[in-house]
């Protein structure tokens, strides 16, 4: 099965954390002793979103056919917005998947709803 991609538009995307993984073991000698498990950093973003039935409706079936974090997926990390609004990325492709199982809104009057969804990078060996 080919990978979607992520297509809606984003009002902003929050680089909100950067990961390595390392082990340490000193439990069975007198050294520490650390071991990097993870070469590459593992990005994690935050998604803002406009305020529209029509974006949160797109969101909900794409959440919903990812179920939730289980499905990864490609995201690109725009530069800029189709009117040259800055979004702060490097237009690179990236294989992410959501970071929960819970997309969470607040509905406000006129069926206008605000949210944010955390993704998480895929890492290679996953």
């Known amino acids: 099965m080919a990978m ?12 909100s954390a950067i990961e390595f993984k390392t082990e340490i073991d000193s439990e069975y000698t007198a050294h520490e002793q650390r071991a990097c498990l993870r070469t590459n950093e593992r990005n994690y973003w935050t ?31 725009k530069k800029l917005d189709s009117n040259g609004r800055k979004l702060g990325g490097n237009d690179q492709w990236y294989i992410v998947r959501f970071d929960t199982d819970k997309l969470d809104f607040k509905i406000d009057s006129l069926g206008y709803k605000t949210f944010t969804v955390p993704i998480v990078q895929v890492m ?3």
């Open 124 to 126: 290679s060996s996953e």
């Open 47 to 77: 998604l803002d979103f406009e305020k529209t039935p029509k974006t949160f409706e797109e969101m909900r079936s794409f959440f919903v056919a990812q179920k939730g974090r289980f499905r990864a997926f490609n995201w690109q990390w």
């Open 4 to 15: 979607d991609t992520f297509a809606i538009k984003y009002n902003r995307a929050h680089n």
